[in-house]
T-cell receptor, first 112, second 114 residues
């Protein structure tokens, strides 16, 4: 089945800096790649997603890039703010039941 | 308000005592799923349902049962809980069962099995 690896497991940045989280997937048939943000004690919430027919997608300070050949995708957060501190999960799916395989998460800490 | 709800939110129980965690969504979603979240392991899928009366195993189904008799409800049943099932459980739903779509998560149920 699908395997998703996520790095780094922890990331500390200064407020205003950029943060990059990277994921690789194993199944070339995967075609949907969402990113979820989970604040402490809360549920995961979708922040951005990308489908395999698109190489890059941006939403304000957040962007995701996808390299299908290399089977990796990345989350980019620019101008980080303290409220960006959370655990971020990447995931991959190839439809057919909407099954999502998650990475192990990245704890992002934005320091003042 | 469109939402996914879970009950109970917190549960402490003992080994072998059957329990059910309920999940309900009011968005007429076809697809529902259960995940468990453990430190360092991310979210792992337990079972999923593409529609009423259609369920299938995820990555870690051992020790769990599910049913989907109504579109809005997808209960998770632990017939004989064991300490290794101590975890944070999330239910999720999405509009379509047959293709990829945004999944919306419930608030979570923290289960402790002594």
């Amino acid at each position: 089945g699908e395997n998703v690896e996520q790095h780094p497991s922890t990331l500390s940045v200064q407020e205003g800096d950029s943060a990059v989280i990277k994921c690789t997937y194993s199944d070339s048939a995967s075609n949907y790649f969402p990113w979820y943000k989970q604040e402490l004690g809360k549920r995961p919430q979708l922040i951005i997603d990308i489908r395999s027919n698109v190489g890059e997608k941006k939403d304000q300070r957040i962007a995701v890039t996808l390299n299908k050949t290399a089977k990796h995708f990345s989350l980019h957060i620019t101008e980080t703010q303290p409220e960006d501190s959370a655990v971020y999960f990447c995931a991959a799916s190839k439809g057919g039941g909407n099954k999502l395989t998650f990475g192990t998460g990245t704890q992002l800490k934005v320091e003042l | 308000e469109a939402q996914v709800t879970q009950n109970p939110r917190y549960l402490i129980t003992v080994t072998g005592k059957k329990l059910t965690v309920t999940c309900s969504q009011n968005m007429n979603h076809e697809y529902m799923s259960w995940y468990r979240q453990d430190p360092g392991l991310g979210l792992r899928q337990i079972y999923y349902s593409m529609n009423v009366e259609v369920t299938d195993k995820g990555d870690v189904p051992e020790g769990y049962k599910v049913s989907r008799k109504e579109k809005r409800n997808f209960p998770l049943i632990l017939e004989s809980p064991s300490p290794n099932q101590t975890s944070l459980y999330f239910c999720a739903s999405s509009l379509f069962g047959g293709r990829v779509d945004t999944q919306y998560f419930g608030p979570g149920t923290r289960l402790t099995v002594l």
